[in-house]
């Protein structure tokens, strides 16, 4: 991941779980190690906001498979911050995470479900049930609206906008939505004669969204048979 004015590259080892490491891009040489913490397992990392890779924001954000927290290498010690850090009892197998604008954060789990925040340490404001299939990637708008979720074999665009209730035209990243209006998931996929040409045998890479107020979706079809196939998939948004 670009960091620090896009000047480094955070780079994740997975044989070691438990630390960072600081790439210098013009020298192309590993600066710094930063050892998160001793316990909890770095499985995932987002920038602190959507787009603090192009600022000198020094924090970011990771996710364990039921921890959420902050790394700030600035610190002494290990870089986790302890007053933002939350995490579940439950293995809940997070698998994936991504920031708003404004630093509010989705995160997704291979049970298939997603829970917003609207800050690290604190309850998800909204917790959207297990939607099928493991989520193997998630990305979201700049202003939080839409959601995108990657599966193995279809993308799914989640609307935030809560549409009713006391808290209507807020996202469900400041509310929860109401017990009878959880937002409807779209799901994106290729045509069966599209998949039969390919043997049947799909993995999509992480869908990413582009700046407003186009959510452009990008994925990579691979196939045994013919190596990869671009795709492209456009939904036109409002902020």
């Not at 040489?29 to 602190?48: C, G, L, N, Q, R």
């Not at 404001?125 to 998630?138: F, Q, R």
Request: glycine share 8%; with cysteine; charged share 25%.
């Amino acid at each position: 991941m670009l960091h620090d004015q896009d000047t480094k590259m955070i780079l994740m080892n997975p044989g070691d779980r438990h630390a960072l490491y600081n790439l210098d891009i013009e020298t192309g040489k590993i600066v710094e190690e930063w050892k998160v913490h001793d316990d909890i397992s770095v499985d995932h990392i987002a920038p602190d906001n959507k787009f603090a890779q192009m600022t000198p924001e020094q924090t970011i954000v990771g996710i364990s498979h039921n921890a959420l927290f902050r790394i700030d290498p600035r610190v002494s010690g290990t870089k986790m911050v302890d007053s933002q850090y939350k995490q579940y009892a439950s293995k809940n197998a997070f698998s994936g995470v991504a920031t708003t604008e404004g630093g509010k954060l989705a995160v997704a789990s291979e049970k298939g479900d997603i829970r917003l925040f609207d800050a690290i340490g604190k309850n998800a404001k909204t917790a959207l049930p297990p939607l099928g299939d493991p989520i193997t990637g998630i990305d979201v708008t700049a202003n939080g609206r839409w959601i995108v979720a990657t599966t193995k074999t279809y993308l799914l665009l989640i609307d935030t906008l809560i549409g009713e209730g006391r808290y209507t035209g807020q996202l469900g990243f400041d509310r929860s939505f109401p017990a009878t209006a959880k937002p409807i998931p779209r799901r994106l996929q290729l045509r069966a004669e599209h998949v039969a040409y390919m043997g049947h045998n799909v993995a999509f890479t992480p869908a990413r969204c582009a700046a407003p107020p186009v959510c452009a979706l990008f994925f990579v079809v691979l196939t045994s048979e013919t190596g990869s196939t671009w795709a492209r998939a456009r939904r036109r948004t409002r902020s």
